[in-house]
């Protein structure tokens, strides 16, 4: 007989819990575990430190399975795999000395002389696993105040990749950043050959809602990295943390510094409004963010706000290419203040690549509304879904009102943050609720149709006005209404257009 015992440090721990929960001996148990994340506590421990030496394949990145049916603990399950006897059990150990907190080892127990059989276990459960999780990736964040034996990384959240076609930018772009990240990933030779650090910087700069953090959270997706998310801004980061944060990152992933700005200016940073990105027209110009870093010029009327962030530049540029800084890594950073940077902070070696993003084109536009009103594909079409609409049935509902016109932005907050301050607000309160109930079902459009809509959408779309956000945002109350999103569109634009330079002059 041979035993295994796995301890929570090791990634095949999880494959093997994952394996387990779909055993139909565990499915029929009367007694198991549900989890909801990964078993113990291996969402605080990055990919890299649980590789297994002599393991086969490459066990850089972890995901997560989200609803296990696992053994409980001290409870003993019996099953058999292919044709062999097996047993597992759950173990707490309650010796806290190392890592500050219980463990769980993971028992298993085979009848065999065969030690091959237990790796060809392993096998199959890393390979179950890894189908499994092949369409998500995962969000780090780092954790102050862990135990010092605990990995300083947390997983935050899993999300599922997302296609880089869904992402619309100006011709080229995605692909550009796309290939050259891959082919970064395979030149590690070519940097150590000449003594250049193996780390690439990419600086995303550009007009809010305009895509830069879709298009990260994609690329992780395509390159099949995790994000490990490094805010300059949130409280009590300072140089040593962020030392600390960058020298703990695995080899290879993706660091994303979001707002890279707001760390060295004291504070400055959008106002809260503009961060719901998909709420208003925004209002920096193209013009205004195509200053070169360094420049110093501000980019918009945005109100600022103070945080605390200790982070210095100096901290920052030694976090990036210090001797800590980790080898292999691709950092993305955005910001929507280019010109706020200091030019060191861009040179290459440290931002080797910088690309701007600015408010749609039509050409955005029209394909924003396409990709929005495409038939839905798999289960979610109902036969109710894919009825045609042709002709005249394609003029659905009434037409353009002015209420229909109404955007979010003319309701409730306006009216509760002049309550709030005080002022005298008209008697009668807003609606209860505003915004558009969730519904599924659209009508099915033709490719022809939906190209004519699509094309008479983007008629109406003054060039580099709006963000993609704000657009998106728009379609989204009209999500199962392509004709009247077309129809009110125009009007849409006008008041948006108009509430924009009313905020100007007041
Ligand atoms: N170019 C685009 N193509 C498709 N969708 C987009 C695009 N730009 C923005 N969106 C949509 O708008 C929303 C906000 O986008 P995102 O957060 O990526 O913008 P951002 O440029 O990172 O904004 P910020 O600077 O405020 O962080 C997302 O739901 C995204 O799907």
Redesign the pocket.
């Known amino acids: 007989m041979m035993t295994r015992e796995t301890k929570p440090s090791l990634l095949i721990t999880e494959w093997l819990m994952s394996w387990l929960s779909n055993q139909p001996a565990l499915r029929k148990a009367q007694n198991v575990s549900i989890w909801t994340q990964p078993p113990f506590d291996l969402a605080g421990i990055p990919p890299h430190m649980y590789m297994e030496a002599g393991f086969p394949g490459n066990t850089r990145r972890e995901k997560d399975i989200t609803l296990q049916m696992v053994p409980s603990v001290a409870e003993v399950y019996t099953l058999w795999h292919r044709g062999r006897w097996l047993q597992a059990s759950r173990i707490v150990d309650t010796n806290t000395v190392y890592t500050g907190h219980a463990e769980q080892i993971l028992s298993l127990r085979m009848m065999t002389w065969n030690r091959k059989m237990l790796r060809s276990l392993i096998q199959e459960a890393r390979e179950a696993h890894d189908i499994a999780s092949d369409n998500v990736i995962n969000v780090y964040v780092f954790e102050t105040g862990r135990h010092m034996y605990s990995m300083p990384w947390r997983r935050l959240a899993t999300r599922p990749k997302r296609p880089i076609q869904?992402?619309?930018?100006d011709h080229g772009i995605q692909k550009l950043i796309l290939e050259d990240a891959k082919d970064f990933l395979q030149s590690k030779a070519w940097y150590t050959e000449r003594g250049i650090p193996f780390r690439r910087g990419y600086l995303l700069h550009?007009v809010?809602?305009?895509?830069?953090?879709?298009?990260i959270h994609s690329i992780a997706g395509e390159l099949d990295l995790n994000v490990y998310l490094i805010s300059l801004s949130r409280a009590g980061m300072d140089d040593t943390m962020l030392t600390e944060s960058i020298a703990g990152l695995p080899e290879q992933c993706i660091a994303l510094m979001?707002d890279i700005d707001v760390a060295f200016h004291h504070g400055v940073t959008r106002d809260s409004d503009s961060?719901d990105?998909?709420s208003s027209l925004n209002s920096s110009s193209p013009d205004s963010q195509s200053q070169t870093p360094g420049a110093h010029k501000d980019t918009g009327n945005k109100q600022t706000k103070t945080i605390e962030s200790r982070v210095s530049l100096s901290g920052l540029l030694n976090a990036l290419d210090g001797i800590g800084a980790q080898e292999g890594r691709i950092l993305f950073a955005?910001t929507?203040r280019y010109s706020a940077l200091d030019p060191a902070l861009c040179r290459p070696g440290r931002m080797d690549l910088h690309v701007e993003?600015h408010n749609a084109s039509r050409g955005?536009a029209e394909e924003?509304f396409r990709r929005f009103f495409r038939p839905t594909s798999g289960k979610e079409t109902s036969t109710a879904d894919s009825d045609q609409v042709n002709g005249d049935d394609l003029d659905l509902g009434a037409s353009s009102s002015e209420e229909e016109c109404e955007t979010m932005t003319d309701f409730q907050p306006k009216y509760y943050l002049a309550k709030e301050s005080g002022m005298d607000v008209s008697k009668e309160p807003p609606p209860a609720y505003v915004g558009v109930t969730h519904r599924q079902r659209a009508p099915h459009l033709s490719p022809e149709q939906l190209d004519e809509l699509a094309a008479r959408f983007a008629v109406s779309i003054p060039e580099r006005k709006f963000?993609?956000?704000a657009l998106?945002g728009y379609l989204m109350t009209y999500k199962v209404r392509p004709v009247q999103a077309v129809e009110n569109i125009a009007c849409w634009v006008a008041k948006e257009l108009s509430n924009k330079k009313q905020d100007v002059i007041s």
Do not use: D, R, V
């Open positions: 869904s992402i619309i930018l550009g809010p809602g305009s895509g830069k953090t879709s298009l979001e961060s990105s998909s955005t929507n993003f955005q924003l963000s993609m956000a998106q």
